[in-house]
């Protein structure tokens, strides 16, 4: 009989992996699950509880918990697929000889990671992004708990009311203004954003912005600098597949205005989409031929620097084998994409007018499970 394959879900920066029914990976879960059932594989796909912000050493720790928990002693094979952030926990965890610090009674890392067989990164920064320069400076905490709030509550309820999404995006965007009223404002924005949620939901998000305030070593580690110090450390593991998912998001324009609607929400959202995709930018060094290939040929041509899914610079994320590289927003990808009719429905974070949609969801999820699966 075939061992059990066991797959692991790391969430991105200030991801998290369940907060109730907010469920980061819902919709990459219930995929993978039937794409498995289809082909008649025994597997389990598992959620991985991540500190938002702490730094990548800490995450990984996250992962080695939830490994010691779930993953068994039967040496079955395990996958590991982040998003965003979550793909370099996952490539420092199989790093060989990686020490995480005081894993208190917890195995060794080696333990689980000889066992891993894959891994699959996201829209990752692998090689860092400008974004992470942007949150290191004024305000960082305060705002990436804004932001954080804003996501939660998108994907909670489909959107937020248009009066505070009209304060959101206009914090973000006039930053030149951002001085003590500003600040005032933010807190303002905390404290009403939290009121729309149960008095259990309010604890539990409270708690995870929190976390967000109280430890932010992750930001310094995805600027460009950072992660250059991250890949000269980090080796990869003989005997693992590394494979990426490259996205790419169409710069804002007034095209993409117009395709955003008159919905006064969407054209909020959108303004908040432009500024971040904007700070995105990093200078890139060359790209190696078989991962410039692998973009034209999905592109048309090779994305330039400025060229983002709105979080994470394009020429940033291919890792190993690029597996599939796509039309979509940084959230697109991991179901966050608009699609109301769907069962259960996809709820947009931010409107990006990248036109990804539920067969471009299947098709790239189903090219992540033959990556897996591949002997």
Not at 179 to 191: I, K, Y
Request: glycine share 10%; proline share 6%.
């Amino acid at each position: 009989m075939p061992p059990k394959h066991r797959i692991y879900l790391l969430p991105g920066f200030f991801g998290f992996a369940n907060l109730g029914e907010i469920v980061y990976f819902g919709h990459v879960f219930t995929c993978l699950k039937d794409e498995l059932s289809r082909r008649g594989v025994e597997a389990e796909v598992f959620h991985v509880l991540s500190h938002p912000t702490a730094s990548i050493r800490a995450r990984a720790q996250d992962l080695l918990t939830e490994l010691a928990k779930t993953a068994g002693d039967d040496d079955g094979p395990i996958h590991l697929i982040g998003h965003s952030t979550g793909g370099l926990d996952a490539r420092l965890f199989v790093s060989p000889g990686v020490n995480l610090g005081d894993e208190g009674n917890l195995p060794s890392p080696e333990v689980f990671a000889r066992r891993v067989r894959s891994v699959t990164c996201v829209a990752t920064p692998n090689r860092g992004t400008g974004i992470a320069s942007f949150f290191s400076g004024l305000m960082g905490a305060k705002l990436l708990g804004l932001l954080s709030l804003f996501t939660v509550y998108v994907l909670r309820f489909g959107r937020v009311p248009l009066r505070y999404s009209l304060k959101v995006a206009g914090t973000f965007v006039r930053m030149d203004s951002l001085l003590g009223w500003r600040e005032t404002l933010v807190d303002q924005l905390f404290t009403d954003l939290l009121q729309d949620f149960s008095h259990e939901r309010r604890t539990a998000i409270a708690t995870f912005l929190e976390q967000v305030s109280q430890d932010q070593s992750l930001v310094a580690q995805l600027t460009p600098e950072g992660i250059d110090l991250f890949n000269a450390g980090v080796a990869p593991r003989p005997g693992v597949r590394y494979g990426s998912v490259v996205t790419q998001a169409r710069p804002p324009s007034l095209r993409s205005r117009v395709a955003a609607g008159l919905d006064p929400y969407a054209q909020a959202t959108h303004n908040l989409y432009a500024f971040l995709y904007g700070r995105a930018r990093t200078q890139q060094k060359p790209l190696s031929v078989e991962h410039r290939q692998a973009l034209v040929k999905a592109y048309g041509l090779l994305p330039g620097e400025d060229r983002a899914d709105g979080i994470v610079p394009t020429q940033s994320q291919p890792w190993g084998e690029v597996i599939a590289a796509v039309w979509a927003d940084h959230l697109d990808i991991i179901g966050h994409f608009d699609g109301p009719e769907e069962n259960p429905p996809h709820v947009d974070w931010l409107i990006s007018a990248a036109g990804f949609r539920r067969a471009q969801f299947v098709e790239t999820w189903s090219k992540v499970t033959d990556f897996l699966l591949r002997p």
